[in-house]
C-alpha cells in the first residue's frame, strides 16, 4: 500500500510499505476512506515531537471501512463504515475508567506518533472496540473526518473546560480550525457575545460566518482596548487560547474578568507569564487538558441531526496520492485561505 512516512525533520515521503496486519486480537485494519492533516502534523514535520520516529506513518483523523477484525473485536465487522478516533483507548486501565482516555495506559493518542497513522491507504487500530464509532448509513463522512480530532478536542478542552454558559462573554483566540470549531460548539450553550481574535483577516471573516459577533484582528487592533469597550471594562466571562503561543495565553489573561475561565487549547512549547499580581483576587480558573475524545458519541449525533455542520470547516478537497500537495495548500494556510482539507482513497 502506499503511505505518508515521515524522515526527519523537513522530510516526508508518499511510497510503498506493507499493508499493515492484525497483531492483537482487539485489533481491527481498516481500508481509509477519508482522512485529513492536523496542525499537530505540521509540528511532527518540524522535528517538534520526539516520540514520531523517522520511518512512521503520519496521521491521526479519518474516516473508513473495516477491511478486517480482530477475533476479540465484538463490535464490528468487515465492511462497516467507521469513524476512527485521534486517540486509542483500552477501556479497562486506571485512566480509561476515569474517562481519560488521552492517559490510558496502552493508548492514548498514539495514532500517527507511536504507531502508524491514517494517513494511508489502510491503518491498524488497537483496541477498535473502544476506539472506533459507527457510521449512522446516510452520514456526509467527509462532515465526520471533523470529529476524529478537531471537534472533541475544541469542546471539551475549550468549552467544556471553560465552563461556556448562557450569557456568557466568551473570547477564542485563534481563527484556525481548531478555534473555529470552538466557535461552533461553544454556541450549544448559547453565549451573549462571541468574540474572535486572531491576525487573518480571511478567517475573522470566516468566523463571523460561523456565529462570532465581533471579530477583532491583534495584528493591528488594540486587543485590550476593544475588549474592554465591548465588556463594559469587565472583561470576559471565557477566553479559550487555540494558538499556543506565550503571547496568545498571556493576553487570555490581561481580557479575563472576574469569576472568569481560561481554558487553554493550544499546544504550547514554550513557558508563559502568570501574571498572578493582577489575577490573585479575580477567582479566576485556568485549565489544562488533553483531548479524551469521550463526547464523540453526543457530537456524532449533533452532527447527524444537523445542529451543527463541520462540514464548513472544509475548504479543500484532494485525491490521497496527492498528499503532498495536499499539505502545501495546508500549510500556507493565508495564502491559500485553507482550513480543513480533505483526502479522498480512490
Ligand atoms: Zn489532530
Ligand atoms: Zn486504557
Not at 515521515?6 to 481509509?32: C, L, M, N, Q, R
Not at 512512521?56 to 476479540?72: C, F, L, M, P, T
Not at 476512527?84 to 485512566?95: H, N
Not at 475524545?293 to 478537497?317: G, W, Y
Request: aromatic share 6%; glycine share 8%; net charge negative.
Amino acid at each position: 500500500m502506499k503511505a505518508l512516512v515521515y524522515h526527519g525533520p523537513g522530510k516526508k515521503a508518499w511510497e510503498e510499505k506493507p499493508k499493515p496486519v492484525i497483531k492483537e486480537s482487539t485489533d481491527a485494519i481498516i481500508k481509509i476512506l477519508k482522512t485529513t492533516i492536523c496542525g499537530t502534523d505540521l509540528h511532527i514535520m518540524k522535528g517538534d515531537v520526539p516520540s514520531v520516529k523517522d520511518g512512521r506513518i503520519i496521521g491521526h483523523e479519518g474516516v473508513g471501512i473495516i477491511d478486517e477484525a480482530g477475533n476479540a473485536v465484538t463490535n464490528f465487522k468487515k465492511g462497516d463504515h467507521v469513524l476512527i478516533s485521534c486517540i486509542t483507548s483500552c477501556g479497562k486501565c486506571e485512566y480509561c475508567k476515569k474517562v481519560m482516555y488521552s492517559h490510558c495506559e496502552k493508548g492514548g493518542w498514539i495514532l500517527g506518533n507511536e504507531i502508524d497513522g491514517t494517513q494511508a491507504e489502510y491503518v491498524r487500530i488497537p483496541f477498535a472496540d473502544n476506539s472506533l464509532y459507527h457510521i449512522p448509513v446516510d452520514a456526509d463522512e467527509e462532515a465526520l473526518v471533523m470529529l476524529s480530532d478537531i471537534l472533541p478536542t475544541a469542546f471539551e478542552c475549550g468549552v467544556l473546560n471553560g465552563q461556556v454558559k448562557p450569557g456568557d462573554v466568551i473570547a477564542i483566540i485563534g481563527a484556525g480550525p481548531i478555534g473555529l470549531a470552538v466557535l461552533i460548539t461553544a454556541q450549544f450553550y448559547t453565549p451573549a457575545e462571541i468574540i474572535m481574535i486572531d491576525i487573518d483577516d480571511n478567517r475573522l471573516q470566516v468566523a463571523k460566518t460561523f456565529g462570532a459577533n465581533q471579530a477583532i484582528n491583534s495584528s493591528n487592533e488594540n486587543v485590550l482596548e476593544k475588549v474592554m469597550s465591548f465588556t463594559n471594562s469587565k472583561g470576559v466571562d471565557v477566553a479559550i487560547e487555540a494558538v499556543g503561543i506565550p503571547e496568545t495565553f498571556e493576553l487570555c489573561e490581561k481580557i479575563i474578568g472576574a469569576g472568569g475561565h481560561i481554558a487553554n487549547v493550544g499546544v504550547h512549547g514554550k513557558s508563559v507569564n502568570l501574571y498572578l499580581e493582577t489575577l490573585w483576587s479575580k477567582n479566576i480558573t485556568i485549565t489544562t487538558r488533553l483531548v479524551d475524545t469521550a463526547t464523540t458519541s453526543m457530537l456524532l449525533k449533533t452532527v447527524s441531526s444537523k445542529k451543527i455542520n463541520p462540514a464548513k470547516l472544509i475548504t479543500h478537497h484532494f485525491a490521497l496520492n496527492d498528499i503532498i500537495n495536499a499539505y502545501d495548500t495546508f500549510q500556507n494556510a493565508a495564502k491559500e485561505k485553507s482550513l480543513k482539507v480533505i483526502l479522498t482513497n480512490n
